[in-house]
């Protein structure tokens, strides 16, 4: 008897299972285009530092997210940080994930940020800081190509100048709404929904499942 029952699970599972969507690296935003003279809009901008801030809201889960930024020039080095929010109040509580990138030198240089992330539903804000002065940052493009997957949204980006800027945690910091078509592109796995006709088939071998064994245990 539970070796019959073993056999219905899984031939439900053996037809469920092509009912799943398709999961294949695709791109969740992409914000590019040719690069601008202003290169320097970014996180240090004429010796003064900036914290800089691209956001985007999704609807849908993803799973081995990578993401990338265009950075450039002057021996440029700092820190990354994806959270879910950013301002007064954040802390490390609201955040994904944070990695340093090496120096980046003239010309700009697409520079991997994080790589293997699952992201559930939410919006994020992918900030670019750097802790010293100088000459670099995070390369604007003009005009801006932003692409994205069904069910995400641009969310505008943010800067924080001088002042504003918390140097114990820069998501902290005080930002202000700016667009400034910085480029960067985030990719990664759709996660797979069932279709609705593998949810009903799911159910029709269930309740198959609980009759056979009910007439089962009664005869």
């Given at each position: ?137 995070w ?5 801006l ?5 069904p ?69």
């Amino acid at each position: 008897m539970k070796r019959a029952l073993w056999v219905i699970v899984v031939l439900v599972g053996v037809v469920l299972l092509p009912g799943l969507s398709p999961v294949s690296a695709d791109t969740i935003i992409s914000e590019t285009g040719p690069d601008s003279t202003n290169w320097a809009v970014g996180v240090l901008e004429s010796g003064d530092q900036q914290d800089i801030v691209a956001s985007w809201i999704a609807d849908n889960s993803y799973s081995n997210v990578n993401i990338s930024a265009k950075l450039c020039c002057g021996s440029f080095a700092g820190t990354a940080y994806l959270t879910t929010r950013i301002g007064a109040g954040t802390t490390i509580a609201d955040q994904i994930a944070a990695a340093d990138f090496l120096e980046v030198n003239f010309p700009a240089n697409w520079v991997p940020l994080f790589s293997g992330l699952d992201l559930p539903p939410a919006t994020y804000y992918l900030t670019v800081a750097s802790p010293g002065r100088g000459s670099g940052g995070w390369t604007s493009a003009a005009p801006l190509n932003i692409v994205t997957a069904p069910g995400v949204t641009d969310h505008s980006s943010f800067v924080a100048n001088g002042r504003e800027i918390v140097l114990g945690y820069a998501p902290a910091s005080a930002f202000e709404n700016e667009f400034l078509e910085v480029q960067y592109t985030v990719t990664g796995d759709l996660a797979p929904v069932p279709e609705p006709s593998s949810l009903l088939l799911f159910g029709a071998g269930l309740l198959g499942l609980v009759g056979w064994q009910r007439k089962h245990a009664s005869s």
